[in-house]
């Protein structure tokens, strides 16, 4: 079945050969998957932690050039999910797993010297926040890898498993930073003397052992599989199908949410809750949403992809409505509403922190249940698109096709998914830079889940849809 790595045949439909052999490999590759992708996802998301603590570390930026550098890891890891997407057909799972996970020692470390200085030019932390970018492109190479090792029947549960404990890395960040830069861990220099102490630079350098122990777990542990080659040309076919597009639109709304919640969270919550620090429960979110992906996967598999998707988005549209009523205007500033003026309203928005904090929490569990549930629906879609499972002459052939365009597409969907980690946060920080409120923005994210609603109702879920899954 195998040679050292590379893996020349495999058929996880032949029940005889997963219960033997398949499942085993399909664990470990999956394990290993989830251990990179965790780190891929918390350096992606380190500036949306990071952000938050730079004013108190003695560095001069606005709130929207802080809303800019939380943005902008999602900008370009959505830009490079794009080419990652097309990767492992090409390169192979395995290989392209290990490199991918090295370059995150890029932006790591160079994050984690640029922190040590608060003179650092605004400039070289956009180039840091945009390298980043590179957790955010294996999501996309990563999910395309392993739905090639699960049978069908199990494969929602697998892609679910494999997204959301990768996931998980967002928390990670957001817990594990606010922790690591109060004492020298690496650095024997604080960024700034306090009170209290902060020592930035560990937020960079503290995923660098990490980065390099899964690097070379992934080379020496995960398989390619040669089922799983093909040419960008095959792959390129995606770009024909009118449902590749609509499953974007809908996967930009499920995990478009999730991730750019997840980089708007933490700055919101400091910019409205002034008195409260709670910008410290930021990692919440993402941790919900995170850990409800799987059950997405295992929903859907009973259920059907498109009947939990339909649902998820229509929790997604009350929460923000819930949002529209609740969150409060930003803090005002004291010197321009006065001490006096600005302490009542810091006191008058604290008693919004628990509903809004409610809200924001059912978002992201909606949002992370309906990513999987959206994945879940790509393989059924190519495989009836492909007529893979008919007359047994053409299935091998037709199946082939199915598997090939489904995991171009889950990973082209993760490219345009993860704009919304771009949009959101960005769309935020206009919207409060304007008019001072988030209603503007709100009130746009609430028209998109209409529309994914209705695109959901019409082509998959509805009585006699064309495609129902």
């Not at 995150?104 to 970018?133: H, I, K, M, N, R």
């Amino acid at each position: 079945m195998t040679s050292a790595r590379l893996i020349a045949q495999w058929n996880p439909e032949d029940a005889t050969f997963w219960r033997r052999a398949g499942h085993r490999v399909a664990a470990r590759n999956l394990a290993l998957s989830v251990t990179a992708l965790m780190l891929a996802f918390a350096v992606w998301m380190l500036w949306s932690v990071v952000v938050v603590h730079l004013p108190a570390a003695g560095f001069r930026f606005s709130t929207n050039q802080l809303f800019w550098l939380a943005a902008l890891p999602a900008l370009s890891g959505a830009t490079l999910r794009v080419f990652y997407a097309f990767a492992v057909p090409v390169f192979g799972g395995r290989r392209w797993t290990a490199l991918s996970t090295a370059s995150l020692l890029v932006p790591a470390v160079g994050t984690g010297f640029a922190l040590q200085d608060p003179t650092t030019s605004y400039e070289a932390l956009v180039a840091l926040a945009l390298l980043c970018g590179l957790g955010g492109g294996n999501f996309a190479s990563s999910m395309a890898h392993i739905s090639y090792f699960y049978p069908r029947h199990r494969v929602g549960w697998a892609l679910g498993l494999n997204a959301g404990l990768g996931n998980l890395g967002v928390s990670l960040a957001q817990a594990l930073v606010p922790a690591v830069i109060t004492f020298a861990l690496f650095d024997a220099a604080p960024t700034t003397s306090g009170p209290p102490p902060l020592w930035l630079a560990n937020a960079g350098f503290v995923w660098v052992p990490l980065i390099v122990a899964s690097s070379l777990a992934a080379w020496f542990g995960m398989n390619d599989l040669a089922a799983a080659r093909g040419t960008f040309g095959e792959q390129a076919e995606i770009f024909r199908r009118r449902h590749t597009w609509i499953t974007c639109w809908l996967y930009l709304g499920t995990f478009g949410s999730f991730i750019g919640l997840a980089a708007a969270f933490p700055l919101l919550l400091a910019s409205h809750f002034p008195a409260s620090d709670a910008a410290h429960l930021a990692w919440l979110g993402p941790l919900v949403g995170a850990v409800l992906r799987p059950l997405g996967g295992w929903l859907s598999d009973r259920l059907g992809g498109a009947r939990v998707t339909w649902w998820c988005l229509a929790t997604m549209l009350l929460g923000t409505v819930a949002l529209l009523q609740f969150l409060p205007a930003a803090a005002a500033d004291g010197a321009a509403a006065g001490a006096g003026a600005a302490a009542a309203q810091a006191m008058a928005a604290a008693g919004r922190l628990l509903p809004v904090t409610a809200s924001f929490m059912v978002l992201f569990a909606a949002a992370g249940i309906g990513s999987s549930s959206v994945f879940r629906m790509i393989p059924l879609i190519f495989a009836r698109l492909h007529g893979a499972g008919a007359a047994a002459a053409h299935d091998e052939v037709a199946a082939r096709r199915a598997h090939t365009e489904a995991g171009a597409t889950l990973g082209f969907c993760s490219a345009i998914g993860a704009y919304g980690g771009f949009v959101i946060p960005k769309s935020f920080g206009t919207s409060l830079a304007w008019t001072g409120s988030a209603v503007p923005a709100l009130a746009m994210f609430a028209a998109f889940y209409l529309s994914c609603i209705a695109l959901t109702w019409w082509h998959y879920s509805r009585p006699g849809a064309a495609l129902p899954c």
